[in-house]
């Protein structure tokens, strides 16, 4: 694991993104894979979200599995592309690209996100400041990190500099309005940030996890779609659910009601030439 703020970290990540990094063995990805968009894939979705407390695992390596379907849908194999996952997580993501054969780094903030076993060659950095280089991503991938970050706008430029010209960017979030938008506190949310932390508390004796303005941030489809719609330096190939079984990409065109009713916005752009 690398700490962005290390002496010469900066030369020493970006020098380390050779083909001769690290990757596990190849081979087909483990476990079963779901047509996009179908009922069965958004019912297993539902069913693994639900027990994600009690098994984890299975729930994140079912997201990750399908997550890099939805990539390669729009941007074809991803073996032999340099992929950067920024505020991955445990490295679930970065650790399917890998199997499909992708150079794939995690970039991650918070340690304590990161698990007892992250992936090999790790950066601890924050995604608004990434030490890469421009261009230097082939994919950029970012699940469900913007509802996080105070400056969505400002993260996306970060995401959109370290993309190569005709790369790829996978971004989502689960918006506020979103029935989850509360995360652990959802569906209260909707009566009010601090009364539906309140609750949390109470009903489980343990103090919520996110705190609205301080590690979750109310991000609203509309808004969103209109900065980077007005971007000159991404082109928006889909804004769709990411969860839907149907009328994904319809359903975040209707105002107001995409608020509610996507769920999860899932963004793919590709980053136009300079
Ligand atoms: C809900 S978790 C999502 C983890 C994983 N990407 C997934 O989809 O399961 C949000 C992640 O965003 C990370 N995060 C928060 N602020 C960030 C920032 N400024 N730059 C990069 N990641 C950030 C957190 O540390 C956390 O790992």
């Not at 400041?129 to 970012?142: C, E, I, Q």
């Not at 190569?164 to 909707?190: C, D, K, M, Q």
């Not at 309140?198 to 996110?210: D, L």
């Amino acid at each position: 694991m690398r700490r962005a703020g290390d002496a010469g970290s900066r030369l020493r990540v970006v020098r380390g993104w050779s083909r001769s990094s690290p990757r596990p063995s190849g081979g087909a990805p483990v476990g079963r894979r779901y047509k996009d968009p179908s009922v069965r894939r958004s019912l297993a979705l539902f069913r693994a979200f639900r027990r994600e407390q009690v098994d984890p695992e299975a729930c994140y390596s079912l997201l990750a599995r399908d997550s890099v379907d939805q990539v390669e849908a729009y941007d074809g194999p991803v073996a032999g592309r340099t992929v950067v996952d920024i505020g991955g997580g445990s490295g679930h993501f970065t650790e399917e690209f890998r199997r499909r054969g992708a150079d794939a780094y995690l970039f991650e903030p918070d340690v304590g996100e990161l698990g007892e076993k992250p992936p090999d060659s790790t950066v601890i950095a924050d995604g608004y400041l990434l030490p890469l280089y421009d261009g230097v991503a082939d994919v950029t991938f970012s699940s469900n990190v913007l509802e996080h970050v105070a400056d969505p706008q400002t993260f996306i430029s970060e995401l959109v500099r370290v993309t190569r010209p005709g790369g790829l960017i996978y971004v989502s979030f689960t918006n506020w309005l979103s029935p989850w938008g509360g995360h652990e506190w959802a569906p209260w949310h909707y009566l009010g940030a601090e009364r539906a932390r309140a609750r949390y508390r109470r009903r489980t004796g343990r103090t919520a996890k996110h705190a609205l303005g301080e590690n979750l941030f109310a991000v609203h489809i509309g808004p969103t779609l209109r900065q980077v719609r007005a971007r000159d330096d991404v082109r928006v190939v889909s804004a769709r659910s990411r969860y839907w079984p149907f009328l994904a990409e319809t359903v975040v065109k209707v105002p107001g009601i995409r608020e509610v009713a996507t769920w999860n916005l899932l963004l793919i752009l590709r980053r136009c030439p300079p």
